[in-house]
């Protein structure tokens, strides 16, 4: 595995590692470094599950979804 940044938050960030076998890392990791993009303060999962941060949570869940779509769609397509 590559020592990328997605690497390093798979490796360290605490809810990541416990839930390791129920998502894939890289996607938790990816958001994480996503939702640090709207609120630099935030620095692991725990964090950004804070009721606090609800609002960037969501935003963050809404973008990673714009993105992923027209991915998804040319998969289904091709198959």
Do not use: H
């Not at 894939?24 to 692991?44: G, H, N, T, V, W």
């Amino acid at each position: 595995m590559e020592n990328d940044e997605v690497t390093i938050y798979m490796r360290n960030d605490l809810i990541i590692v416990k839930i390791w076998g129920n998502l894939k890392l890289s996607k938790l990791a990816r958001f994480l470094i996503a939702a640090k993009k709207d609120d630099p303060e935030l620095q692991c999962l725990d964090d950004v599950i804070d009721p606090t941060k609800f609002k960037c949570s969501v935003d963050t869940v809404k973008m990673k979804t714009i993105f992923e779509i027209p991915c998804l769609l040319s998969k289904l397509d091709s198959s």
